[in-house]
């Protein structure tokens, strides 16, 4: 049986609005009636995950997903930096953040370190058939990476929206077969 992985980025929240690092946060007024928009959109699936976090686990049901919780789909670990603005911490730290993934001046978790964790779960915890997971911008980016085997230095060149869905396909090595949104575009 082959092996499919839809990973969708959850619904917005503050943070995503503020433009700032995110902390355990529900989902924002916009967030809830996007996912009530998008849940026609997903697909059929054997199996389903959702990372530990309110946002997300608030993401699966909102979509009608029956999703168990899996640690490894975490967010980045921002460490200081949780919860602040991008203009409210020091340009010179942001930007060394920015520069290198290995160093995480907020005291969090690494880029690489996230890499990690997910190419495991992904080569380790993936079974055959459709798998969904409802997870982070930052997970949906490692996921991409992997697949792609880029390299940390691709991994801040790819943009994830709240709502967008990475699908990933395996037959001796991971794939990636599209990367879409299912938030409904905004009328004009």
């Given at each position: ?37 998008a ?14 976090e ?70 380790r ?64």
């Amino acid at each position: 049986m082959a092996t499919t992985l839809t990973l969708i980025c959850h619904g917005s929240t503050d943070a995503v609005r503020r433009g700032a690092f995110p902390r355990d946060e529900p989902l924002d007024r916009f967030g809830e009636r996007d996912c009530a928009r998008a849940q026609k959109r997903v697909r059929r699936f054997d199996h389903a995950w959702a990372a530990p976090e309110l946002r997300a686990r608030q993401t699966a049901e909102a979509l009608g997903i029956e999703a168990g919780i899996e640690p490894a789909l975490r967010d980045l670990d921002h460490g200081r930096w949780a919860g602040r603005a991008l203009s409210e911490i020091e340009p010179e730290a942001v930007a060394a953040w920015l520069g290198d993934a290995t160093p995480p001046p907020h005291g969090g978790e690494t880029v690489q370190a996230l890499l990690e964790r997910l190419a495991d779960w992904m080569d380790r915890r993936v079974d055959a058939g459709h798998s969904v997971a409802v997870t982070h911008p930052a997970i949906v980016r490692a996921a991409i990476v992997h697949a792609l085997d880029a390299g940390v230095g691709s991994f801040r060149r790819i943009d994830v929206a709240p709502l967008d869905a990475a699908v990933l396909s395996f037959s001796n090595r991971w794939r990636l077969r599209s990367l879409s949104s299912l938030a409904e575009p905004p009328a004009d």
